[in-house]
């Protein structure tokens, strides 16, 4: 059965940067588009970005703009986040997400926590 | 970004059926319909409905959902304590051009 594995969470100061990474195996997803969804555990959900299947198009939760950049590289199946100024407010459990029929397949999530 | 609205908690006894409630807006819930997740502690969400009623496959037939006007549901009928969990709606918000989420609904099976 596919899956996707997300990795790159870790302990950051504030300002700094991290990459997250989010690879698939034995599932389709260079057609479709991706996103990235935090939750601070015990906390709710909250959409961060998506991109589509080519990566010509990109969207970003007003939180983020400016600050993080998704990317694909599809002949490696494999989805970014690129998370700089980091802030306290960004720290939670990262999920990699296939945007089919919404929200078809999530990762087990890597967490990110920004802490001085 | 403004999210969707849920009721944070929702009992119901053990073979009764629960129905959960999410509203939003015309922009949202009302255009685009809703999707909905479940999630047990320590899990990631897995997917019930979306498109506001298609259920995919492997999920339990107990499982529906609806929407009238801006106000999506999900029905679950013959509860069992394994639908104990968080519940979560979302909608793409094409006002936005960003999928906003509620804030979920803790659903106690008594």
């Known amino acids: 059965e596919g899956q996707l594995v997300e990795s790159g969470g870790g302990l950051v100061q504030p300002g700094g940067s991290l990459r997250l990474s989010c690879t698939a195996s034995?599932?389709?997803?260079?057609?479709?588009?991706m996103q990235w969804v935090r939750q601070v555990p015990g906390k709710g959900l909250v959409w961060v970005s998506h991109i589509n299947g080519p990566g010509s198009t990109t969207r970003y939760a007003d939180s983020v703009k400016g600050r993080f950049t998704i990317s694909r590289d599809n002949a490696k199946n494999t989805l970014f986040l690129q998370m700089n100024s980091l802030e306290v407010e960004d720290t939670g459990v990262y999920y990699c997400?296939?945007?089919?029929?919404?929200?078809?397949?999530w990762g087990q999530g890597t967490m990110v926590t920004v802490s001085s | 970004q403004a999210g969707l609205t849920q009721p944070p908690s929702v009992s119901r006894d053990l073979r009764q059926t629960a129905t959960l409630t999410c509203t939003g807006n015309?922009?949202?819930?009302?255009?685009?319909?809703a999707a909905w997740l479940q999630q047990h502690q320590g899990h990631p969400p897995k997917l019930l409905s979306y498109?506001?009623?298609k259920r995919p496959s492997g999920v339990s037939e107990r499982v529906s959902a609806s929407r009238s006007g801006n106000t999506a549901s999900l029905t679950i009928t013959g509860l069992q304590p394994e639908d104990e969990a968080d519940y979560y709606c979302s909608a793409w918000d094409s006002s936005l051009s960003a999928w906003v989420f509620g804030g979920g609904t803790k659903l106690t099976v008594l």
């Open positions: 498109r506001t009623n």
């Open positions: 997400v296939r945007e089919v029929d919404d929200f078809d397949v």
């Open positions: 015309s922009d949202n819930v009302g255009n685009q319909g």
């Open positions: 034995g599932l389709t997803v260079k057609t479709y588009y």
